[in-house]
């Protein structure tokens, strides 16, 4: 008989009620209580039995009957072992009807030799999987007789067939699986078909780069690397070096670092292999906070590459390493030469893929240090070799940061916006792409007016990146916070975000995005009248290594402080060198934000036409660049002005 509807895990207690599944569970069980019909079992309880057991009626009806001695919960649990626990001997006028085994026997002994044997490798695989895999594993390669065999498993309710936009996939229900697991077992080919397995979606991961078209077999490349690893075949540690970027994709950190690991102590021969897989932990911890052990492991990585003339490997493991470098120490014109040293080779190497990585990070690199528009050209040609390489992972960081250039509005603002939700719908269901691009997109989405997109496409970021463990991509978060909240008008409320992820930050030894916190924190306060506490925060500041930028902005901060305690001559002097710091390589976002806070220090001075004269400059800028929420602000402070209130 073919299974019964059963419930979704996220249904109601109503739609559970409504299962074809769950009423004949409740029927039975009924009848074994001796005609209750109240109380029988907990809905929630009877819906996840009756999914264990994949909606199969004699399943579900032996289960039932246990109700006779034991509650739902009782009964669920005993569900891992489920056809010992349901060989519940009752009379039947057919005995096969007494225990599932029993059942399970009777229709396998029907089946052709040949198709015994396809049942039992199919236990092999985990979730679902393709008619490609079906073959390789099952049938020598032979799609043919592949479809032949799981048609005919099909038709016998052995096999549930799945339509998907790439192509059919297949399933055994798990009462089949485990049945059919048993069954491979009394047989001697349980370990060769395990090894085709592994080797199938070794050769699935190595030849597709497509992140939607690697995800359906998650669960089976799980079960190929447990294998693989547990067995000491070497198709473990490349399995693992062909998915690290699946898992960077995805956010799953603690599981890559888990089988990199586990991989690399088996110690490949390989010592490409073994230089990669080490690339890819250093990736992974660094992702995850760890920056003492991940220039540690990259180190030995580069060491064992260069040993093995792996020249474009080294080159890449030496991006990473000028990343971490430079999160450590703030200084972007040393990153800087590293990367391009890297990018030099890697391209007559012909590496595109690596390639991709080297110009992501000197385009970012050069956009810090305010190269216009170079780092523009470099993003844009980055995100061109790795969609040549198929690197997706490079092309969607790469997007990213092309994306983060435009909250300094070289371009308008809604056509930035247009721009980031056109690169965010690439993201083809790599979550990490998305916390990305949707970081940027918070912050145009607030220079446009709508702040309540901005906020939600904040609490979306955020909670990807909490759900990955991601501890520095979320305390990095608090930048397009901090802003996102500064443009709704809410201090308070961006001073909660900067102060988590500064403090987070200085725990980990980052600096180079400390001191931009640091300065976006110092402005929430000054906002909010705290003065001490603004002065206190930009002291700390002008004691880190900070590039031009970030020291004018604290700067200008620390000016406006001097104006407010009546320093008025040390407060121009300092707001001029502030300007002179910023203005050769401002963007015109810097350049309105220098203009407002020189304006600040002109009120408090009380040179009002000149405070006058920069607002409306600034409120030119912002008009040219369609940003409503941020020329809405120079508006304000245009009207303070006029009203000339005491500082």
């Known amino acids: 008989m073919r299974p019964l509807a059963v419930p979704l895990e996220s249904a109601d207690e109503q739609d559970i009620a409504g299962s074809v599944a769950v009423q004949l569970f409740l029927d039975r069980g009924s009848t074994a209580r001796g005609g209750v019909t109240t109380g ?5 309880a009877a819906g996840r039995i009756c999914r264990k057991l994949d909606g199969l009626p004699l399943a579900i009806e032996l289960a039932a009957a246990r109700l006779s001695t034991l509650s739902a919960a009782e009964i669920e649990a005993h569900l891992t072992d489920r056809f010992a626990f349901l060989a519940y001997r009752r009379p039947a006028a057919d005995p096969r009807h007494q225990a599932l085994r029993a059942a399970m026997d009777w229709s396998y002994d029907l089946l052709p030799p040949e198709d015994r044997r396809v049942l039992g490798e199919l236990s092999v695989f985990a979730g679902s999987f393709g008619l490609n895999q079906v073959a390789a594993v099952c049938t020598a390669g032979n799609q043919a007789a592949a479809l032949d ?9 052995l096999v549930s067939a799945e339509p998907a936009e790439d192509g059919t996939r297949y399933r055994l229900l798990e009462t089949v699986r485990q049945y059919a697991a048993d069954r491979l077992a009394e047989t001697r080919d349980g370990e060769a078909a395990r090894h085709r397995h592994a080797l199938a979606f070794l050769s699935l991961a190595e030849r597709e780069r497509r992140l939607a078209a690697r995800s359906p077999d998650h669960d089976n490349f799980r079960a190929a690397l447990e294998w693989a690893l547990s067995a000491g075949n070497q198709a473990g540690p490349r399995l693992a070096r062909a998915l690290g970027d699946v898992w960077l994709a995805r ?16 110690r490949p021969a390989d010592q490409r292999l073994r230089a990669g897989l080490l690339r890819l932990l250093g990736a992974v911890l660094s992702e995850g906070g760890d920056l003492e052990r991940a220039q540690a492991v990259l180190s030995e990585g580069s060491e064992v590459a260069g040993a093995a003339g792996a020249v474009a490997l080294q080159g890449r493991i030496r991006v990473l390493l000028a990343d971490i470098r430079n999160m ?6 040393e990153a800087l030469v590293e990367c391009d040293t890297a990018a030099a080779v890697l391209e007559s190497e012909g590496d595109l893929e690596g390639l991709a990585e080297a110009l992501t990070m000197a385009g970012k690199l050069r956009f810090w240090l305010a190269d216009t528009p170079a780092y523009a050209d470099v993003l844009e040609r980055a995100i061109d070799c790795a969609r040549q390489s198929g690197n997706h992972r490079a092309q969607m960081r790469a997007s990213h940061w092309l994306a983060v250039t435009f909250h300094t509005l070289p371009i308008p603002a809604d056509a930035a916006v247009a721009r980031t939700e056109q690169l965010l719908q690439e993201a083809d269901g790599d979550l990490w792409a998305e916390a990305d691009l949707l970081k940027p997109l918070s912050i145009l989405y607030a220079y446009t007016g709508r702040f309540a997109d901005a906020r939600a ?6 909670s990807i990146f909490a759900g990955f463990g991601a501890t520095l991509a979320l305390p990095e978060s608090a930048i397009p916070a901090g802003v996102v909240e500064l443009a709704v008008g809410d201090p308070a409320a961006a001073e909660r975000y900067l102060r988590e992820g500064y403090d987070v930050l200085r725990a980990m030894g980052e600096q180079r995005y400390v001191a931009n916190i640091a300065n976006m924190l110092a402005e929430a306060l000054y906002a909010q009248g705290r003065f001490d506490e603004t002065q206190q925060v930009t002291e700390e500041v002008q004691t880190a290594p900070v590039e031009s930028d ?19 001559s040390d407060a121009r002097q300092l707001m001029d060198e502030a300007v002179a710091l910023m203005t050769p390589v401002a963007s015109p976002w810097d350049l309105a934000w220098t203009l407002v806070a020189r304006a600040e220090v002109s009120r408090l001075v009380g040179a009002l036409d000149e405070a006058t004269a920069d607002l409306r400059e600034a409120l030119r800028i912002y008009d040219a660049r369609r940003a409503p929420s941020l020329a809405a602000r120079a508006r304000d402070a245009l009207a303070k002005v006029a009203a000339n209130p005491d500082p």
């Open 149 to 157: 065999i799981v048609d005919r498993l099909a038709g016998k309710s």
């Open 40 to 44: 029988i079992a907990p809905m929630a």
């Open 251 to 266: 956010g799953l950190l603690a599981e890559a670092q888990d089988w990199l690991e586990r991989a690399l102590a088996q």
């Open 328 to 333: 450590q120490t703030g200084r972007n014109a």
């Open 457 to 462: 496409a904040l609490e979306r970021t955020r």
């Open 550 to 568: 970030a020291r004018a902005q604290c700067w200008a901060i620390q000016a406006q402080l001097l104006a407010r305690r009546g320093q008025f």
